[in-house]
Every structure is written in C-alpha cells, then in structure tokens.
C-alpha cells in the first residue's frame, strides 16, 4: 500500500488529479512553508489512518515511520494523530504520505525557511500605508492611489481646548490603517510600533539585513527601522504642543464601507479625545523609539531628541491627568458627531504606566520613572493592546547587567517571572492534539488568536534569551508552525504564504480591489468562537476550529496592525536564532 501511495504522490505532483488530491493535503496539517534542517519536524494527521507515514521526495521515499497514538482535541473532540520526521535534515522538496488519508501539501527543508514570513508580514505594513501612493514598483498588482491624506483633519468637540477649540483643522498625515478599517489608533499603534521596534533591539544584525522594497529600502536606514518610522512620524503629530496631551484617535465618525480608500478620502475626519490611556502608551513607544533611532542621528538627525521630549511631556500630562479614560458611549452622549469607530477603551491603567514607566526609566537612566512604575505590583501576563506590562519587564531584561547596580539585585525576580510565564504556557504542549504551545486553554481563541500565537512565541523568545533553554525556542517554532499550517484549520493564516490561505479577509483594500488574491502578508485573525460578527457561514463552534474564511467575518479574519507586528517579531527572531534549533540542553 505504501508504495502504492508513494506512486501517487509522484503523479500528483505532475499534476494529475486524483481523489487524493481532493482531500490528503486538508487532512495533513503542517508547516505548508517547510522546516530548518536541524530542527524538530511534526505534521498532525487529522483523519482516522494507519499508523504508517512517509517521507517522499520526487520518486524516492527518504523516510519511514510510525504515527502517534491518537490524540483528542478537547474542543471538538476530534482525534489527531502526529509524524514525526525530524531525522530528515536533507535540503530539498518533500511531501509527506499517508497510506488511506493521502498526500501533504509539498514543504521545503532548507536553512532561512522562514525568511518569507519575516519579509512578507513586514512588507504587509506598507500595503497600511496612508497619505502616499502604493506604486506598482512596490506594490505590484495591488498598487492603488494614495488614501486618505489627513492634512486637513477637524479637532473633535470631545478633543476641544482653548488653543484648539472644535472644528480646528489640523495636519495629521501619514501612519498605517489599523485593521480592515481606514482609521489611526493611537493604543494599537503603542504596542505595534515597539513590537517592531523590539525585533531591532533584540536582533539587530538581523534587522540591518533584513531588506523588504519598500520605497526606503537600500538608504542608510534599516526597512524595519524606516517601516516603523512611517508610523511614528504620524504618532507625534497626534500630541497637543499646548499641553503634551494626546489625542485618542484620529478617524471617520463611523466605519466606510467596504471601497477603496481613495474613494472615501473626503469622508471628514477627527481628532477625538485626548486620553491617559493614549498618552503613556505614546510616551512609552517615544522613549523606546528615542533609544532606537539615536544610533542613526546622522541621516534622522534630531529625531531621537524629538522623540524623547514628546515622551517626556505626554508622561508628564499623564501625571496631571491620570484617570482620563476613553469611553466612547459616555462621549457620545456629550457630543456630536457621534463616534462609533474601534473604542481602544481600557479601565485600568496600572499596566500602562509600567510599560511607560520602566522605557522612560531605560531611556533617561532616572530612579523615578522606574519607581513610580510599580512594575511589579502586577503579574507578567501575554502582552495585548490593553495589557503591556510585560513589555516593560523586557525592556528591563533587555538592559540586564546594564542596569544601575542599586537595580541589580532586582533583575533576577524580573527574569523569574518572565520565565514563569513561558513554563506557563509550555506546560503539557507535547501532548497537546497538535503538539503546540498554542491551544493550552479555550482562552487562547479569542479574537485576533493569531496575535496569541504570536505573543506567546515572543514570549518563549524572551525565556530563550534569558535561559538559553532550547526547550523554549522550540516552543516558539511549533506556534509560528501553528501560524503556517498546523492547526485545527489547515490554515497557514498569513495571506499568500502557504497552499491554503484566506482569500477573503476583513480588509476593505482587499475587497474591493478587484484583485482574486488579497493583499500578501497580512494576518488573518484566527478561531474566535465569539463569533461577534454574527457571520453565517462558520461550520464550527469548536475553539480551535471556529473561523470562516469570509469578508463578513470582521471576529475571525480581520487583520490588524497589532496582529502582524508580533508575527513579525516572531519569524524574524526564528530566523535570527535558526542556527540554535539543534541545540539540546547540554550544549
């Protein structure tokens, strides 16, 4: 039988349709990208088989082996079984066989497998891009006229002050659409622009090599650098220069429908409500940026000075106005127009001020933004838009020895309760019924699930650095497998990468287009048995399962800024560390 199935994965190859064509690459669920040579392989077969599997590269079978004992997915009680082929380490084409279930879809082993990843979902920030044309030199088929130019955007009666009473016209331009949506957030953008940045700090080899074609790309700037500065730039005109305040949002008074952007660019727009919430979260990514950008003063001059002082000033507002709090529908009852745009609300805030706190502290080297960031007077959870304190504990545990000596004795508590939550989420994932990190609790399927993936690989990251554990850098590869293919879906959820991919996102530029194929390297939300969206056609309400690949499905294949910052970080830190993935715990 075995050889019988080889044959046919040969003739599938050359194109011949078959049964098996149909249905073998749905039931076999891997990387549809491929594996580094020296690294763990795993494919999950879902589908009742045999125990027998193999690994097959054009005529030649390279590979025999034994399947798992069933595993039971506890969110829909579907059984998986898994191959594991990690001593094939040759580079090459490969398919992987089931005798009775049929062929995978083709994956590569190679060294840089990943490196598409890194590049596309970079690249996905550029097709954000707002106030500028997407030239097809760039662009390629999904090039479009430039969208909305936000140069003449209206101060909001919510977001109205002496210096700049209601209806004010300010410039406001730049910065990258959110989600599917044509607004600027500035909470969202906090956590994505230091995501970003985070990568450049953490590996900054292989950001300087890392080169995407953006119209930046080749000046003395790396692309990650020059990408999230596209974004930045927007940010800073976003703080009042009377008081340090920052507005909230600058948006349309209600979503546009589903046009290209260019073609709703006249919809009026706003600065809404300054907020404490938008002000630490601006003060923290400046200090960071402040860091960062001060290595290229010569062809950014002044940029790194600017950035520090408008973090200065908003942490100072925050201190004077430290209870402002978005909340949309209380603003609305005030005043017209009427807002209804994503709300970024968020009621409490000792988390922003330690993320703050602790990047103004790593920025200035001052006693007392440390101090009054009570950093650890919460726990070290996943990172989110509305929950960043443990981006504040990398930060620190980025500096490390760096750290004043009156700091010191600190570090190691910080280092423990970072790694506590990576043994957190590794705990039992061997066992899991796809074997990744991902999965632990019905808790992860929320909405933008893929952004759980991601953060939680970071997260593993963060271990891995301080521990030097494989353990843990391991785990982060099976969540960026996840990502690419081995999940509950079949789903690689990054667009345009992988065999099977959603072709219709929540993103209005993809919808609207024209264009068969969304926009490339964007993140599809993932499972979300929330279901907010009310779409009908989910065939599933399993956790792990419930996602539809639907335009209407704003819950489970949205994409989003925050979203595809962390899968950035992710396949590039991989990328980075590949050369670690053979390490044991000996070495």
Known sequence: MLNKLVTSSALLLAGVSTVLAQTGPEAIRLNQLGFYPQAPKTAAVAADAPTAFAVVSGKDTVFRGQ???????????????????????KPGKYVLVVPGVGVSYPFEIRNNVNEPVAKASLKGFYFQRLSMPLDEKYAGKWARPAGHPDTKVLVHPSAASASRPAGTVLSSPLGWYDAGDYNK????????????LSLHEDFPAYSQKLSVGIPESGNAV?????????????????????????????????????????????????????STAAALDFAAVM????????????????????????????????????????????????????????????????DEWAWAG???????????????????????????WN????????????????????????????????????DT???????????????????????????????????????????????????????????????ATGYSFVTGLGHKTPMHIHHRPSEADGIAEPVPGLLSGGPNPGRQDKCTTYTSTAADECFTDD???????????NWNAPLVYLAGAIEALQGDLGRTAND
């Not at 829909?76 to 094939?88: E, N, P």
């Not at 957030?185 to 970003?196: C, D, E, H, K, M």
């Not at 080297?365 to 959870?381: C, D, F, N």
């Open 67 to 89: 399947l798992s004992a069933p595993r039971t997915s506890p969110y829909s009680g579907k059984k998986t079984r898994l191959a594991d082929f990690s001593a094939v380490r």
């Open 185 to 196: 957030y500035i909470v969202n953008s906090g956590i994505t622009v230091a995501t970003l």
């Open 222 to 274: 790396p692309d990650l650098l020059d990408e999230s500065l596209y974004n930045l730039r927007w940010m800073l005109t976003m703080q009042d220069p009377t008081d340090g305040g920052v507005y909230h949002k600058l948006t349309n008074a209600k979503f546009d429908g589903m046009e290209m952007p260019h073609k709703v660019a006249n919809t009026p727009r706003y600065v809404v409500q300054k």
């Open 287 to 350: 200090a960071q940026a402040s860091r960062v950008y001060r290595a290229y003063n010569r062809p950014l001059p002044g940029l790194a000075d600017s950035c520090q002082r408008a973090a200065l000033r908003a942490w100072e507002w925050a201190q004077k106005n430290p209870a402002v709090l978005y909340r949309q529908e209380e603003m609305n009852k005030q005043f017209d127009p009427d807002v209804t745009t994503g709300a970024y609300g968020d009621n409490n805030l000792s």
């Open 358 to 384: 602790a990047e103004l502290f790593a920025t200035t080297g001052k006693p007392e933004y440390l101090t009054a960031a009570k950093l650890t007077e919460g726990s070290v959870s996943l990172p989110s």
């Open 387 to 422: 929950q960043v304190r443990a981006l504040g504990y990398y930060t620190l545990l980025r500096l490390g020895k760096k750290l004043p000596a009156q700091f010191q004795n600190q570090l190691p508590d910080w280092q423990k309760r970072v790694v506590a939550l990576s």
């Open 425 to 487: 989420l590794m705990s039992g994932f061997d066992q899991r019924p796809y074997a990744t990190v991902m999965g632990r609790t019905a808790r992860d399927f929320i909405w933008g699930s893929s952004a759980v993936a991601a953060n939680q690989g970071i997260a593993l990251i963060q271990a891995y650095r301080l521990t030097r554990d494989p353990r843990y850098l391991r785990g982060a590869l099976t969540n960026l497998d996840y990502l690419l293919g081995r999940n």
């Open 551 to 561: 335009a209407c499905s704003y819950a489970s294949n949205e994409i989003a800024i």
